[in-house]
């Protein structure tokens, strides 16, 4: 299947969880009073004593209040916030379209200061430029590090770099003036198939046009699709499917009569006309096989597709040995994916590391001392997803401290500041256990205000 790495979501999630309760009183006060609409001035004042106090999670609650207008608090803090600063100042001119040399000079400098999460966009920076090997000198930096989303990248690029070299070659010849037809034809189709870049593929292939050349027909397509213009795409997909049963043309088709109309057969034969081994359509093959309850089928080609180490088609592979009650094979699959950076993957590992732990050694009820969950492999992971930024791992990793421990709050506070839910509802949880009436209900009406079922008791309580 095709790379889909969802980078503003990760770009937005830099985190540390701190060993230490250092600043998170003021960070809750600006979370509350931007919960509350309370005025400016509050709000920068507990943001402002929360990175003072050396609190690392206040930077990306800034980013998200302050939005466009952050670059005076970022400034604040270059050199004195580990890089963490630097890297949201980057952040923000990225976001805005500011200076791509500006972008890399902030990012170096956050590295410099220890922000592993830096190399990252640095070689994403690079990987859109169609830089590859200066791109996977970063991400292994980050890989090394410990980075989990510099590790899934390093590794997607890696089973690619036959095709990514010919591309920075064919690329140097395009900047240079002197490629050929034939090799801009190679250049444009190698960008769209193996970088899925539809943008940069349609302005390198827009000359073929008029030639009926089915990827730069496909690339139009995908910008049509983009300007709301379905109609109009799937004409185009209709047509070079007709034409070549060209595989990309034909997984837009397959996949429409799948989500619209449910016509898994029709979907199935497309499909199979394009006689394509690539990994989106053995991956998505599986997928119309396990809707149809061909389980086998299914375990067949989500096992081709992850045999070339596609890592959707291993969580899905995974997902369908939870489903049929192969916690083995799911385990070990889910295993393979997470050790390639899939962050979904060790979420899911942890939790059946847990289940594992539970029947071995079941919980003690009434012990408040006691954390709901305990196996140290799956909190070793969770703690990993969790300095990663994702923050569901976070609201996981505090089921295993005591409730009323100090690290309960603390995780719970970071999920929140990146407006989870769950978080929420844990927080007023944790306040109602500590007997702190007013936070509690002022967390559970925001947890129920955003779409959490807090239940009736909770319900009845905020209601007093």
Sequence with gaps: MKKCIYILFVLLFLVSCSKNDAGYDALEKGLIGILEKKDYEYIMKNINESAKAGNEDVYGLAYTYLAENGSMFFNKYMKKSKGIAEYYQALLLQQTNGDELQILDLLENSAKQGN??????????????????????????????????????????????KFYKRIEELNQKLNDGTITSEEKKELGTLVLEKVSN???????????LSENYSPALYAKAKLLEKDDKDEEAVQIYNQIFTQDKYYLAAFELASRLVKDKKNYDLALKILDDTNSDEVLILGYKGFIYENLKDFSKAEEFYQKAANKD??????????????????????????????????????????????????????????????????????????RLANSGDDYSMVDLSLYYPENDKMVRILNLEAAAKLNTTAFYNLGVYYYNKKNKDKAKFYFKVAKENGYDIGDVFSAYIAE
């Design 116 to 161: 592993i999460k830096a190399y990252y966009m640095i070689g994403n920076i690079y990987e859109n430029r169609l830089q590859f090997t200066k791109a996977q000198e970063y991400l292994k930096k980050g890989r090394d590090a410990g980075e989990i989303y510099s590790l899934y990248s390093y590794e997607y690029n890696k089973k690619l770099m």
């Design 198 to 208: 539809p943008e940069k593929a349609y302005d390198i292939l827009k000359d073929f």
């Design 310 to 383: 596609d890592i959707d088609a291993m969580n899905y592979l995974g997902r369908l040995y939870e489903t049929q009650k192969e916690m083995k094979k799911a385990k070990n699959i889910y295993n393979k994916a997470y050790m390639l950076g899939s962050i979904s993957a060790g979420y899911k590992l942890a939790y059946i590391l847990e289940d594992e732990e539970k029947e071995k050694n079941p919980p003690v009820s009434n012990n408040d001392n006691e954390p709901a969950k305990r196996n140290k492999e799956a909190k070793k992971i969770l703690e």
